[in-house]
């Protein structure tokens, strides 16, 4: 099983991106899909999170209002929509999937990640 984030890139302040995650393989176990990131000389942290069945959503309060994270449980693909981007936003951000039913914003919950993908918000 492999996740994929694909989507990163440059953009401007106030500008928009969507990433998306898509995963390949086998069927995995998930409860919750997450978003964290990491930016230089910091640790990782997290963004947001969906459960994957129901699609309750939660997000970190530095993006909440401007990101929205989604799944399509069809497409096994989890994105997570950035609008209203700031320069602080700038980092890798990856995507991983827990099977644990609580902590959706631990770090250590979260089995199986993917390779990252890199966001820069210029001023």
């Known amino acids: 099983v492999q996740l994929q984030a694909y989507g990163g890139g440059l953009v401007q302040a106030g500008g928009s991106l969507r990433l998306s995650c898509e995963a390949s393989g086998r069927t995995f176990s998930r409860y919750y899909m997450g978003w964290f990131r990491q930016a230089p000389g910091k640790q990782r942290e997290f963004v947001a999170a969906?459960?994957?069945?129901?699609?309750?959503?939660y997000y970190a309060d530095p993006v909440k209002g401007r990101f929205t994270v989604s799944r399509d449980n069809a497409e096994n693909t989890v994105y997570l929509q950035m609008n209203s981007l700031k320069p602080e936003d700038t980092a890798v951000y990856y995507c991983?999937?827990?099977?644990?039913?609580?902590?959706?914003?631990?770090?250590?919950?979260?089995?199986?990640w993917g390779q990252g993908t890199l966001v820069t918000v210029s001023s």
């Open positions: 991983a999937a827990s099977n644990s039913g609580t902590y959706y914003s631990v770090i250590h919950m979260y089995y199986l």
């Open positions: 969906i459960s994957w069945s129901v699609g309750s959503t």
